[in-house]
Each structure stands twice: as C-alpha cells, then as structure tokens.
C-alpha cells in the first residue's frame, strides 16, 4: 500500500505563492496530480501529471497561477501556487494512480491526508 504525505499548506495574504509538496512511497507513480476542496464545496482536480510523458493538465481557472512539477529521483510532487486569491482556500490533496491512461479525467485510488492552504483578502 502506497503513501502520499503532502506538505507546505499555510496561511498566506492575497496576491502571495504558496509551494507544495507531495512525497510518495514506496515509490513515483505513473500518474499524480492535485486535488483540493474547500469548505462546503465539491472536490475539484487542480492538475495532473503524467510522470512518465511529462504531460500537465490543469483546471482552465487555474491556468497561469498554478505550476505542477516533479522530482521522479526524489519522488516528491510539487504544486506552486501563485498569485493566490481567497477562493484558493481549500484543502489540497496529493493523488497518484500507477497508470498510463493519465490525464484529466483519471480516477485515483490513492490520496494523501492534505495540507490546508488559506489565503485572506
């Protein structure tokens, strides 16, 4: 059984950058991306990676702020946010799936704890 432990969630002012991180265990995976949640909402998908091809997706909103990159040696997963705004706020969650069919509309099957992002006006 794998494990995502995400890190760098905080409280940050608008207009400022956030970087998080993801580390995965026991190994990379084919496909990883971010998710987030904020209170009372659904969960949407931030971006994805695919590790292997190093394809990005990204939700059309989020296109220019936000950057999903990888360290494959390292096995860490990185989201840096910037230009942050108050509906940024959410709870992100690290996801991964061992797949080739990566894309936006991978389900995943493995999620991290999450790390809390809160930025204020």
């Known amino acids: 059984q794998g494990e995502l432990v995400e890190s760098g969630g905080g409280s940050v002012q608008a207009g400022g950058s956030l970087r998080l991180s993801c580390s995965a265990s026991?190994?990379?995976?084919?496909?990883m991306g971010w998710f987030r949640q904020g209170a009372g909402e659904e969960r949407e998908a931030v971006a994805v990676?695919?590790?292997?091809?190093?394809?990005?997706y990204y939700a059309d909103s989020l296109k220019g702020r936000f950057t999903i990159s990888q360290d494959n040696e390292k096995r860490l997963l990185y989201l840096q946010m910037n230009s942050l705004k108050p509906e940024d706020t959410a709870m992100y969650y690290c996801?991964?799936?061992?797949?080739?069919?990566?894309?936006?509309?991978?389900?995943?099957?493995?999620w991290g704890q999450g790390t809390q992002v809160t930025v204020s006006s």
């Open positions: 990676l695919n590790t292997r091809a190093g394809m990005t």
């Open positions: 026991p190994y990379s995976y084919a496909c």
């Open positions: 996801v991964a799936k061992n797949t080739f069919a990566c894309d936006f509309s991978t389900t995943f099957a493995l």
